[in-house]
């Protein structure tokens, strides 16, 4: 009930402030809209911003008034949450590329004409387009990111200097006052649809939200949605799944908190993937960069259509002989999920036909041109592009080695098995090393189905340095060491011994 009330305070306290700046920008333009001459388009669209304002400020105190219904998609549903509703969906929809671009519009027509730069103009439009590169979607707690204060500080720093371009330069013309006042109210209604979308989860949890506020199409998720009827597949295709919804994580508690913790580095993802493709039975793997992309194919077995449906499903009740790989591959999607992809396509073909997977911005996956195996490819935005899929690149060449599958790398392949430097080699079916005694300074490198795990040292490695290989390891629930037992540490002794 406390949690309840301070979310309705929060949601009176922004309405307040929306009615306050609305007002107070309004009555500036009513005040002057008797003058005559090229400032009278100022002071209209100083009025129609404060009315843009106010009416926002409406939206949201009546999209989420009180008592909100239990299927705000059918049944009876109150006008006052229509018409809130109704406002909501006026609003610019969130995506990171449209509010840069506002951002830009704003900034540009703020510092435009160029021959002087004011600092506050300077400012603001460097902390706007900063915080609309990297500001994401509202807490689940609805607490102020230093991202949210920088955005705000942002937009007031904007606005006021846009206030002030007529007094300082002769040459601004009217236009530039519209349209910087248009960008800056579209980025605070856009702000103020995702905080009401945070907002009606938070009030009513498990609950699916009406359009105006379903923000999953602009978030990152695989979860399939099937048609009722489907279409009638291209020949030679016997199966076939399309996601249309987006890449977001299912609203369970347990996934959220797996979401946000179960691996220390979200660029592991991609061990996570290089695992998943061992499970799966590949014996070539190939990890491809781009600009914006980051392409993993691999053979062995195809995912079945049920598998990408609900690929977090395994995680709950996983059973059967691909439960392994699908824990792996779902985990990557958690990693994946907090480095801010703008979607993934995923094509997956074998003797029983293909499945496909598509979620957020992804491009439609090509069911005919689908090749054997799978194909899972990412695409970012392309304010990450200068570093994320290198940085992924560059993640896997270090993890791998001592797996059952090649794997290369933008076409360069990668050393499979670690041995030399006299240590002694064995390998078979789901074991391999490359070890030898060292009492001072032993280290024992883990590696599961191909990626580096940990680091045994000291006593924990054995009094042995080397590699060890192992397909059938259990990992711990942070995908960082393997679960300890009696199999394990026979298998140490045996390698000791060798």
Do not use: N
Request: proline share 7%; aromatic share 8%.
């Amino acid at each position: 009930m406390a949690q309840h009330r301070g979310e309705t305070f929060l949601t009176v306290v922004w309405s307040l402030g929306l009615y306050g700046w609305g007002a107070a920008v309004g009555g500036a333009g009513l005040l002057g809209g008797g003058s005559d001459g090229p400032d009278s388009l100022f002071f209209k669209s100083l009025t129609a911003m404060g009315g843009a304002y106010i009416l926002l400020a409406v939206g949201v105190a009546m999209s989420l008034s009180s008592p909100l219904p239990e299927d705000p998609r059918g049944g009876s549903v109150p006008l006052r949450l229509l018409v809130g509703w109704g406002v909501m969906g006026l609003c610019p929809p969130p995506g990171r590329r449209l509010r840069l671009a506002l951002a830009a519009a704003a900034s540009g027509l703020c510092l435009f004409p160029f021959q002087a730069f004011p600092p506050l103009a300077v400012f603001g439009s460097a902390a706007l387009l900063a915080a609309g590169a990297f500001l994401g979607k509202p807490k689940a707690d609805l607490s102020l990111s230093a991202l949210d204060l920088l955005f705000v500080v942002g937009l007031a720093a904007v606005g006021v200097s846009a206030l002030s371009l007529a007094e300082a330069y002769s040459g601004v013309k009217p236009w530039q006052f519209v349209g910087a006042f248009a960008a800056l109210t579209a980025l605070v209604a856009q702000r103020t649809r995702e905080l009401c979308a945070a907002l009606w989860t938070q009030l009513r949890p498990g609950v699916p939200p009406p359009p105006a506020l379903d923000l999953s199409r602009y978030e990152v998720s695989a979860e399939a949605v099937l048609p009722a009827e489907r279409a009638a597949l291209p020949p030679g295709i016997e199966e076939q799944l399309v996601d249309t919804g987006s890449f977001r994580v299912d609203a369970a508690k347990m996934v959220e908190k797996l979401r946000d913790f179960q691996l220390a580095d979200p660029a592991d993802f991609v061990c996570a993937w290089l695992r998943c493709a061992a499970a799966s039975g590949a014996k070539d793997i190939r990890l491809a960069t781009g600009v914006r992309h980051l392409t993993l194919a691999f053979d062995g077995r195809p995912f079945a259509a049920s598998e990408l449906s609900q690929p977090y499903q395994v995680l709950v009740d996983g059973e059967g002989p691909d439960a392994r790989r699908g824990r792996h591959f779902a985990y990557g999607l958690l990693g994946l999920y907090r480095l801010g992809p703008l979607g993934i396509a995923v094509t997956s073909r074998g003797p029983g036909g293909t499945a496909l997977m598509r979620a957020g911005a992804a491009p439609e996956p090509d069911a005919e041109g689908a090749p054997e195996g799978t194909v899972v490819r990412v695409t970012w935005p392309a304010w990450a592009a200068w570093w994320r899929p290198w940085v992924v690149a560059r993640r896997a060449r270090g993890r791998f080695g001592m797996g059952p599958a090649t794997l290369s790398v933008d076409g360069e392949p990668l050393e499979r098995l670690l041995s030399g430097e006299g240590r002694s080699s064995r390998e078979e079916p789901g074991l391999r090393w490359a070890a030898r005694k060292a009492y001072m300074l032993a280290r024992l490198r883990v590696y599961v189905l191909g990626t580096l795990v940990e680091t045994l040292e000291g006593e924990d490695a054995f009094e042995l340095d080397g590699a060890l290989g192992l397909d059938d390891a259990e990992l711990d629930i942070s995908q960082t060491s393997v679960v300890r037992g009696p199999k394990f540490t026979k298998l140490l002794a045996r390698i000791r011994q060798s």
